[in-house]
Nanobody, 124 residues
Framework: QVQLVESGGGLVQAGGSLRLSCAAS????????MAWFRQAPGKEREFVAY????????GYADSVKGRFTISRDNSKMTVYLRMNSLKPEDTAVYYC?????????????????WGQGTQVTVSS
């Protein structure tokens, strides 16, 4: 069992940056691939980025590629999402998720564990 707690959200102006963190507790974090998803008001949850359990493989949604970077520190049991050049359309609740597979997935149905979410608001 893994518990996930996100932090680092907030209000930022367009063009600004934020770094989200997802702290895990429980067992065998280093054997979980991790991902970030987001959900804007009135919209379905969408994939943002994933990272393999070693950190060697990552994947990004086209909408964030080149602006967001996912990383992890297994010694701290934490996964990060660095978000640069933020746009108003990035406004959403951001969730981290984990699954017991080496490689991440674009599909939210393939993740076993979820955090409670952190709000990111980008003003224009």
């Amino acid at each position: 069992q893994v518990q996930l707690v996100e932090s680092g959200g907030g209000l930022v102006q367009a063009g600004g940056s934020l770094r989200l963190s997802c702290a895990a507790s429980g067992r065998a974090f280093s054997t979980y691939s991790m991902a970030w998803f987001r959900q804007a008001p009135g919209k379905e949850r969408e994939f943002v980025a994933y990272i393999s359990w070693s950190g060697g493989t990552t994947g990004y949604a086209d909408s964030v590629k080149g602006r967001f970077t996912i990383s992890r520190d297994n010694s701290k049991m934490t996964v990060y999402l660095r978000m640069n050049s933020l746009k108003p359309e990035d406004t959403a609740v951001y969730y981290c998720a984990g699954r017991i597979k080496y490689r991440g997935s674009y599909s939210d149905t393939e993740y076993d564990y979820w955090g409670q979410g952190t709000q990111v608001t980008v003003s224009s």
